[in-house]
């Protein structure tokens, strides 16, 4: 019960009913219900009268959902066998306990939390409802201090010499929200040792939180002390020059990393998979989501420690690896969902009804629910109008299709959260009802309104009424929308022959889907024919040439060499793409394509490169083993041409890769001098151990910054390197024999590629992604799809493992006969167009062509397959020739009048 959060996940999944009843505050149709409304914190309560488990022993479903694990059963749930083809272990992890690290005192310190209880204080659900206070008094604190590397990093007390890869960017998330919660006079600072920015966009969020006041000390925390009744915290720490520091803080946030879950060890055992030193699942790098027994793979921190793009890039990866295993019996157990007949509207006048969620405290515990509900009875078109405690849980859902067809209803607004994660949820429950699912309208009256005013009852409940007043009145205009599918051409195209482009068409045509695959040089292979090693020591050049040989005689995959495109037109599933080679132009017609197109070392003019034969970069060194086992001193500098003004990313793979040519020159001459310069080493997750490694052979790590970077010149005997020590606080002067850089990777020139087939690119050149987290190997246009070095710099295990989601992916289109695409598309009137083709040159999708009309000229024609609905030929149109189905102008118009 102490572990309960009040999140109501149990709620929304319990099947056990019983009738509506209002009871002390209760409302509840389920075996177990979150008490509403009433002080935090809340907790779960369970009828035993309808719950399945305490009758009969079933069930359970509440304590499997439970996130927190606040649920538990005493007798020993039911056993279930399943007879499957392959299973995918996604056991997640568990955040490191603090309460072993007694110098801070968490659990005995009001004021020192945990990231993940920090997180609670930022969330509306929370306990505090989003209102950041301290434990000890409950006033908003001023000075926060975030520890990193707690429970990571650390081979003295909790033995954890990994790096949890996740908490410096999350640190620096809750700092800058923190500062947004508590307005300018809030001082975050960051407590860190190398502050780890590796990821997609991570280094520009990090520049923008120090632009915005968040302080970054380089330091580890020595002890915390509580100095005064109210709480306040003193930090002892040393700065990195020896100045002992005391320092005041009103609240703590222990950044804690992540151990593999207690559950691993039971489960591994029954699975008879092997599990590496650290208890998450072994896997190795050319293989990155396969454990050690066929058919059973992993995906995320069950497998070592990543964020979430990384984790669900894994998940379909792995889906991939299993789709191969059961290509076979694909759709030989898939039942189709049957809908209803939709009811026919037209000419119907409005019976709209309104349902207003309390979602447990989020909404009902600051705005009037109730009195939302009786205004809502008042709008015209309104026939009926209820509350519900969580509208999104299936009792409501099921209750929800009675209403409409009880009531005659044909057009339906839920006042809830956000449609961007449950519109489609309500969509279905329209069609479940015999509705189209367009004839849905939502207000979100959550993050729109009760989040937003969440210290103001009466203005968020104002507010609450006059979304759900705008979109009664939108809905009054809504019509039915109908669905739009498009048959597909089961092949693929893939973009680039490096190791991400073939193993992205080898998964594909090991499922059974053709792919034709474009390289634009003479031989397959891209970065990774310059690689030897991974970094656990793996053989890449083997791995590559078997790699090569497989796509090379598979009969299900085309390769064309020296080839380039210059042309592509189409919607998914039924691409055509234009293609020169040899001499010849070939139309190849696809239903899905793979953009891999690679990257590269970028040159630089810095620290001497191409003036000294003595200056490499890169894997330069690799491959001349006697050269590195003669010299006597080696100096290797970290971002060189990255993390500045002209390309401010990280790389993220330079520091592995530097540290690991540094153990090799180690392990060649021990008695060398080996140097490594750096910013910041950013050897993620079980990559420490390279760090650690490096260290205890000897190799030297001096720190340098942007503003006071090393020198190289030539000297008489060879090659002198000036650099300033923090630590010593002097300039150093190193003999260096060798000097080897690690510079910015770099993509290919894509700007033609991008082009043709309409793509994005952020600034540094990199092709854009969907969505950060949801949809990392998606493009925003349908069929789409991108892995490798195209989507941002990472080691070749990540490659591998994106080019097998990026297939997963396109194996969903390719293996349907047909796809639904959104039917919300521009609808373009003919008659008042006049073919000036501005809607054309503006689409980002290229979705609108001219095409002749006879008598008429050239006319707008809308291809309805690609088009995303944005709206944007729409409001640039002058003839007002363009109209969006389902945003038509009088249902925007109808909404923003009754907000006036």
Known sequence: MDKCIACGACTKKCPGKKPDEYNEGIISRKAIYVPYPQAVPLKYAIDPEICLYLQKG?????????????????????????????????????????????????????????????????????????????????????????????????????????????????????????????????????????????????????????????????????????????????????????????????????????????????????????????????????SPVATSKPGIYVAGV???????????????????????????????????????????????????????????????GIADVPAVVEYAKTLPGVTYAEENLFSCSQDTQDKMVEVIREQNLNRVVVAACTPRTHEPLFQETLR???????????????????????????????????????????????????????????????????????????????????????????????????????????????FLKDLISKVENHPDINVMINAEITGASGFVGNFETMIAAGGNTSIVRHGATIIATGGQASETDEYLLGKNPNVTRWHDLEHNPDKLKKAESVVFIQCVGSRDEKRPYCSRICCTASIKQAILAKDLNPGADVYVLYRDIRTFGDREVLYKEARNKGVIFIRYSLENKPVVQEVEGGLEVLVFDPVLQKKLAIQADLVNLATAIVPHDNEKLASLYKLSMNEDKFFMEAHAKLRPVDFATDGLFLCGLAHYPKPIEENIAQAMAAASRAATILSKPSIQVSPLVSQINAEKCIGCGLCVSICPF???????????????????????????????????????????????????IAAA
């Open 58 to 286: 079933k069930c359970g479903t509440c304590k499997k959902v439970c996130p927190t694990g606040a649920i538990n059963y005493d007798d020993k749930e039911e056993q279930v066998t399943l007879k499957v083809g392959s299973v995918i272990v996604t056991a997640g992890f568990k955040a490191f306990n603090p309460a072993k690290l007694d110098q801070y005192q968490h659990g005995t310190l009001p004021n020192v939390v945990t990231s993940l209880e920090f997180e609670r204080y930022l969330s509306a659900g929370g306990p505090t409802a989003g209102h950041i206070k301290r434990p000890s008094d409950g006033k908003e604190p001023r000075k926060i201090a975030w520890l990193q590397c707690v429970g990571s990093r650390d081979i003295n007390k909790c033995d954890n010499e990994y790096c949890s890869s996740v908490c410096c960017m999350y640190a620096i998330k809750e700092a800058v929200i923190a500062r947004e919660h508590l307005g300018k006079d809030c001082r975050p600072a960051i407590f860190f040792m190398d502050l780890r920015s590796h990821g997609k966009e991570f280094e520009k969020y990090y520049n923008r939180a120090k632009a915005d006041g968040v302080r970054f000390i380089r330091s580890r925390v020595h002890s915390i002390t509580e100095i005064d009744q109210s709480g306040t915290l003193d930090l002892r720490y040393v700065t990195e020059s020896g100045d002992i520091m005391n320092e005041t803080f009103d609240m703590v946030v222990l950044s804690i990393g992540m151990e593999a879950p207690d559950s691993i060890m039971d489960l591994a055992g029954t699975l008879g998979i092997e599990l590496n030193q650290y208890h998450f699942v072994k896997t190795d790098d050319l």
């Open 302 to 364: 069950a497998q070592g420690c990543k964020d979430i793009p990384q984790s669900v890039m894994e998940a379909s990866a792995a889906a991939c690896s299993a789709g191969i295993s059961l290509a076979r019996a694909r759709g030989s157990l898939v039942r189709e969902k049957i809908f209803p007949p939709e009811k026919q509207i037209t000419g119907q006048e409005p019976r709209i009804g309104v349902f207003v969620c309390n979602c447990g405290v989020n909404i009902g």
């Open 432 to 542: 479940n009802a015999n509705l189209n699912p367009y004839l849905f309208e939502m207000a979100n009256i959550r993050n729109q309104c009760t989040w937003v005013h969440s210290d103001n009852k009466e203005i968020a409940t104002r507010k609450a009424k006059n979304l759900v007043s705008m979109s009664v009145s939108r809905a009054r205009l809504l019509e039915a929308v109908p669905a739009l599918s498009v048959n597909v051409d089961k092949s693929a195209l893939v973009v680039g022959g490096g190791v991400a482009g073939m193993t992205a068409a080898l998964s594909l045509a090991n499922q059974g889907f053709p792919a034709t695959i474009v390289e634009k040089t003479e031989e397959l292979g891209g970065a990774a024919r310059d690689i030897h090693k991974t970094w656990q020591g793996q053989d890449v050049q083997k």
């Open 846 to 896: 290229g979705a609108i062509e001219l095409e002749e009309i006879e008598g008429k000229g050239k006319r707008a024609k809308n291809i309805s397959a690609s088009c995303k609905g944005c709206g944007l030929c729409a409001s640039s149109c002058p003839q007002k020739a363009i109209d969006m189905l389902h945003f038509r102008d009088e249902q925007i118009v109808a909404a923003v």
